[in-house]
C-alpha cells in the first residue's frame, strides 16, 4: 500500500525546536517532489515547504529561516526541522505528496497522497 | 500571492440532496484549481485535478466545474460519508487553498 506516515508532533514551548518525520511506503522519497502542509484550527491550509527530487527547496514567507525540509533516502523518510517556534506554528502537519498530469494544454499539478498529519501545540 | 475565496465557510445539507461550494481566484488560473476533502484524523482526499478531471476511485457524484477566476465543486445526492470540509487549491504558483467549506448534517 502506498502511503505517508508522520510522527513527531508534541506541545513544546515558544522558542523550541521539533523533528517532525514523514515515513513513506510504495514510493521512494528521493524520485517524487514531497511537502509539507499545515493547517491551523479555524484557518485555511498552507503549503509550509517542498522539496523537489533534485534537492531543491522552497519555503513560504512565514517560515523561512526558522524551518528545515530534508530527506532520508536510506530510511525513505522526509523530516521537517522547526527552529524558533511560535505560537502561530500551532497546526496539524501533514506530508503530501506533488503529481502533475500533462495534457496538450499545460501541466497541472496536485496534491494526489496525504498522511494523517501529526499535532505540533506550540504554548507555554 | 494568489488569493483563494471559498463560499459559503458552512453549508447545512441532508442526505440525498446536492450541493455546490464556489471558489473565486484573486486572478485568472486557468483550470489550475483542485479541490480537497478533510476529516479529522482521516488523510485529506484528493476529489477534483484541474478543475474538472475526477481523482481516480472518488465516486461520481462529485464533480467541478470553471476555469480563470470562478470554479465550482458540486456534489450530487449526499452521502453520509460526504459530511466534511471542502478546500479548493490553486497551483499555478506558490499553492495556496482557501478558507474551506464545512459541510453539515441538516
Known amino acids: 500500500e502506498v502511503q505517508l506516515v508522520e510522527s513527531g508532533g508534541t506541545l513544546i514551548q515558544p522558542g523550541g525546536s521539533l523533528r517532525l518525520s514523514c515515513a513513506a511506503s510504495?514510493?521512494?522519497?528521493?524520485?517524487?517532489?514531497l511537502s509539507w502542509v499545515r493547517h491551523a484550527a479555524g484557518k485555511g491550509l498552507e503549503r509550509v515547504t517542498i522539496t523537489y527530487a533534485d534537492g531543491t527547496t522552497f519555503y513560504a514567507d512565514s517560515v523561512k529561516g526558522r524551518f528545515t525540509i530534508s530527506r532520508d533516502n536510506s530510511m525513505n523518510t522526509l523530516y521537517l526541522q522547526m527552529n524558533s517556534l511560535r505560537a502561530e506554528d500551532t497546526a496539524v502537519y501533514y506530508c503530501a505528496r506533488d503529481r502533475n498530469t500533462k495534457t496538450t494544454l499545460a501541466e497541472y499539478w496536485y496534491y494526489d497522497l496525504w498522511g494523517r498529519g501529526t499535532l505540533v501545540t506550540v504554548s507555554s | 500571492d494568489i488569493q483563494m475565496t471559498q463560499s459559503p465557510s458552512s453549508l447545512s445539507a441532508s442526505v440525498g440532496d446536492r450541493v455546490s461550494i464556489t471558489c473565486r481566484a484573486s486572478q485568472n488560473i486557468n483550470s489550475h484549481l483542485n479541490w480537497y476533502q478533510l476529516k479529522p484524523g482521516r488523510a485529506p482526499k484528493l476529489l477534483i485535478y484541474a478543475a474538472s478531471s475526477l481523482q481516480s476511485g472518488v465516486p461520481s457524484r462529485f464533480s467541478g466545474s470553471g476555469s480563470g477566476t470562478d470554479f465550482t465543486l458540486t456534489i450530487s445526492n449526499l452521502q453520509r460519508e460526504d459530511f466534511a470540509t471542502y478546500y479548493c487549491q490553486q497551483s499555478v504558483t506558490a499553492y495556496t487553498f482557501g478558507q474551506g467549506t464545512q459541510l453539515e448534517i441538516k
Open positions: 510504495g514510493l521512494t522519497v528521493s524520485s517524487n517532489y
